[in-house]
T-cell receptor, first 106, second 126 residues
Framework: DIQMTQSPSSLSGSAGDRVTITCRAS??????LSWYQQKPGTSPKLLIY???ILLTGVPSRFSGSGSGTDFTLTISSLQPEDFATYYC?????????FGQGTKVEI | EVQLVESGGDLVQPGGSLRLSCVAS????????MNWVRQAPGKGLEWISY????????YYADSVRGRFTVSRDNAKNLLYLQMNSLRAEDTAVYYC???????????????????WGQGTLATVSS
């Protein structure tokens, strides 16, 4: 199975901060990488797929990059509504594994 | 509007069974692959099962293979997860998620989960 490792596990930020979350795959996965946002008590929401393609309607302050084994999710200017947990997921080969999550807190 | 609504979660004793359902609306259910993803209390997301649009291709996570069975009824827009031999560690919120595809510049097609239900809680405890 492909293991996905996110770092950091949590981070504290303030409105306006630039935030970067890293996701590393245990083997190359090309660009088969998605990012999800989950707020407490709600279901996950897709932000980015194919490593860097922003889902329609997602604010442009979110961006994704990477290929192979190393990927990043960047929030260019943190907004109050961005405080949530973020997960990466590989869909290169089943099982479609998720990272352990990164909690973005104030 | 795409909607996925799960149901069937309940409190069940270890060794018992549950059948979860997910009803889809707002899109052509029969042409989409579907997935089940679960989340134990306070924990991260765990993908557990995939079923292709026709039901001909099915995958499971090792943690549930042999105990859980995914199926679908395209005429009724329903996705199911039959869960047998339940264990305490199966306690989780179970989400159904729709699968979409996108071609990659490097070749091949990537998949992603673009719509999720609100989840249903299955609790396994004596």
């Amino acid at each position: 199975d492909i293991q996905m490792t996110q770092s950091p596990s949590s981070l504290s930020g303030s409105a306006g901060d630039r935030v970067t979350i890293t996701c590393r795959a245990s083997q190359p996965i090309s660009s088969h990488l998605s990012w999800y946002q989950q707020k407490p008590g709600t279901s996950p929401k897709l932000l980015i797929y194919a490593s860097s393609i922003l889902l329609t309607g997602v604010p442009s302050r979110f961006s994704g990059s990477g290929s192979g084994t190393d990927f990043t999710l960047t929030i260019s200017s943190l907004q109050p509504e961005d405080f949530a947990t973020y997960y990466c997921q590989q869909t290169y080969s089943p099982p479609w594994t998720f990272g352990q999550g990164t909690k973005v807190e104030i | 509007e795409v909607q996925l609504v799960e149901s069937g979660g309940d409190l069940v004793q270890p060794g018992g069974s549950l059948r979860l359902s997910c009803v889809a609306s707002g899109f052509s259910f029969s042409i989409y692959s579907m997935n089940w993803v679960r989340q134990a209390p306070g924990k991260g997301l765990e993908w557990i099962s995939y079923i292709s649009s026709s039901g001909s291709s099915i995958y499971y996570a090792d943690s549930v293979r042999g105990r859980f069975t995914v199926s679908r009824d395209n005429a009724k827009n329903l996705l199911y997860l039959q869960m047998n031999s339940l264990r305490a560690e199966d306690t989780a919120v179970y989400y159904c998620a729709r699968d979409s595809h996108h071609p990659l510049p490097s070749g091949g097609i990537t998949i992603y989960f673009d719509s999720w239900g609100q989840g249903t809680l299955a609790t396994v405890s004596s």
